[in-house]
């Protein structure tokens, strides 16, 4: 593709409906920014700065278009105890670190570890995040005054109705419209954005973090920087790859990583705390319609407008107009069809989807639960192949050879079904192991070779080796312990 086709499409495709929809993601930015800011210990108008630098300029240095990247809580829960200790200079430091980490990932390509997550994991990390999403709405719903769950109930009427209207203007906006209207004219008494916390009403500006060029400094940084990095990175590529299925479109996983670190330095010098992409947001940006960059743009300028412009239209609100909104995102956003398939589906891989989902839930980080839906998925696929491993034997006529033909995969799970196959006790002065449908991967697998090739000699047995291949062989020369004994006679 040209370059003058790639903007075309990034950009001037469908410039009105990615307005639109940019809208939309503005007003939808700003509840999560100021609670993501409490959550931090900083004032709101951190994480609001930072939602507007970010989507600002991941619009033009990302790798996934249409998605969406501001504050979030997975970043920010990490935040709270370097500020309540050394102060917000100290966080914007740590910011601009973390995106310096976030930029030589991207350089090493380490995007490309998203390979490694598996369809369970995704599912459960979707399915966890639908969760939190309504959990949050909570507070504005428990104990509310009938009138917010009138003005709630009105939004998703409007949201899913008005589509069948029209989809040429995107539903939560009307929404938000309609449910400030009727709250406005009839004067009801609920809560209203400007409620959520003090609003800033100019420009953010730039400034170097005030902060101590030392070694000491460095170290106390540098473990959140990096913390804040990983989850910022995990966080993100999950979201492109979900991005990626829901468009059926590509991204540039590096080049996201990249941008996301400039993202992040930006932020930290116009004041703003760190980063990611959102779910959320990106998922309402795809839902109204919004396929370009100019959306992602589009929802950065608007927040802008709104906090310096706007700032008595936003103020008034409601924020059941909101909470509506995302009540859609968490509808929107979990995958319904998991739940019939948990019957339908292998059972490790069930398994996996919920262990991500629970332990998502269970601890509000979503990393943790990524983690944990990795490592099962790793441990149980470990324990598929080893059983594909398969090891028959046949005695020579004169019974004095004992042939072994070994199939499959030799690893580290798979390694001891090797030994434990072979019997190094039966009277036999010759053993042969044909190994011309196995492979050998790692040094566990070279291990449980030498483990029989050296017992074997021990107990006077000659051993012989065929079939190795090139590869499997070259690991057996560099790594095989009895290589500096007497040679292993191979064949092919």
Not at 30 to 53: D, H, N
Not at 101 to 125: H, N, W, Y
Not at 196 to 207: T, V
Not at 372 to 385: N, W
């Amino acid at each position: 593709m040209t370059k003058s086709s790639s903007f075309y499409r990034d950009w001037l495709a469908q410039p009105r409906v990615d307005f639109l929809s940019g809208l939309v993601v503005g007003l939808a930015l700003i509840p999560e920014a100021i609670g993501f800011s409490v959550v931090a210990g900083v004032p709101p108008e951190v994480g609001l700065y930072a939602s507007v630098v970010i989507a600002t300029i991941i619009a033009f240095t990302g790798g996934r278009v249409a998605m969406i990247s501001a504050a979030t809580a997975s970043t920010a829960v990490l935040m709270g105890p370097l500020v309540h200790a050394h102060g917000l200079s100290y966080l914007l430091a740590a910011t601009i670190l973390m995106g310096v980490f976030q930029v030589i990932a991207g350089l090493l390509k380490l995007g490309r570890l998203m390979r490694f997550v598996s369809q369970s994991v995704m599912t459960g990390f979707v399915n966890a995040l639908a969760i939190l999403i309504f959990m949050a709405q909570l507070p504005q719903i428990i104990g509310a005054p009938p009138a917010v769950f009138g003005l709630i109930a009105l939004g998703l009427v409007v949201i899913y109705g008005f589509p069948y209207i029209t989809k040429a203007f995107p539903a939560p906006l009307m929404a938000v419209i309609v449910v400030t209207i009727v709250s406005y004219f009839m004067h009801l008494h609920v809560k209203h954005v400007a409620e959520l916390g003090a609003l800033p009403d100019g420009l953010p500006k730039f400034a170097i973090p005030d902060v101590p060029p030392t070694l000491d400094m460095l170290r106390t940084i540098a473990p959140l920087a990096l913390a804040m990095a990983a989850v910022g990175l995990l966080e993100t590529m999950l979201t492109a790859q979900i991005l990626d299925d829901k468009t059926d479109t590509p991204s540039n996983k590096s080049r996201e990583c990249i941008g996301q670190g400039i993202a992040n330095i930006g932020s930290a010098l116009f004041g703003g705390m760190g980063g990611c992409a959102m779910i959320g947001q990106s998922v309402i940006n795809v839902t109204s319609g919004g396929r370009g960059r100019l959306s992602t743009l589009v929802a950065g300028v608007f927040l802008l407008i709104l906090l310096v412009l706007l700032h008595g239209l936003l103020a008034i609100v409601p924020v059941a107009a909101l909470t509506a909104v995302m009540i859609m995102v968490s509808i929107n956003t979990f995958s319904w069809r998991s739940i019939p398939n948990l019957r339908a589906n292998p059972w490790p891989s069930s398994v996996v989807m919920v262990a991500t989902v629970v332990t998502v839930v269970a601890t509000g980080n979503l990393s943790k639960g990524v983690v944990v839906g990795v490592l099962l998925s790793g441990i149980f696929f470990a324990g598929k192949v080893s059983r594909l491993v398969q090891v028959r034997s046949t005695l020579s006529a004169d019974e004095q050879t004992r042939t072994y033909i070994v199939e499959g995969q030799v690893f580290f799970a798979s390694a001891s079904f090797l030994n434990d196959k072979v019997d190094l006790l039966e009277d036999v002065k010759k053993l042969v192991l044909d190994v011309t449908h196995a492979h050998f991967w790692d040094i566990s697998a070279v291990g449980a070779l030498d483990r029989i090739v050296l017992k074997a000699r021990r107990h006077g047995k000659q051993v012989e080796v065929i079939g190795l291949n090139e590869a499997s062989e070259t690991m057996v020369e560099r790594f095989a312990a009895h290589r500096n004994g007497e040679a292993l006679p191979t064949g092919h």
